[in-house]
C-alpha cells in the first residue's frame, strides 16, 4: 500500500475558520472520489493557526503509479486546482508506514 502524507497552509488572508470549513465541507467530498482511493484521513492542525501548516492530510492507493494516475485524471487536476487556489504552501511527502502495537492497555 502507498501513502501520501499531504501537509498544507491556508493562503494569505484566508481565515482559519473559513481554511477548516472549505477542506472539510468542499473538498473532502472532491478528494473522496479519487480513482484508485483506497483510504482518505483529513487531519486539522490543533492551535490558532501559526503553526507551519493549517491541515495534513493521508492518502492511500495500492502504488505510487495509481496515486500519479489519479491526479493525472480531469478529476484529479480539478482537485489539485480546488486546492491549490485556498493554500500558499503544498508539501508532498510520500512514505511506507511501520506500524507499531501498543505496549500497554
Known sequence: ???????????DGLPLAEFQSWWLERH?????SLPGLRGLTFNLVAGDGSAPYDGVSELWFDSQADFEAAYASDHGRAVAADSMAQVSRRERL???EHPQPPTGA
Not at 501513502?3 to 497552509?9: D, E, G, S, V
Open 94 to 96: 510520500f512514505v511506507t
Open 28 to 32: 473532502a467530498p472532491l478528494a473522496r
Open 1 to 11: 500500500m502507498f501513502k501520501a502524507i499531504i501537509l498544507l497552509k491556508r493562503r
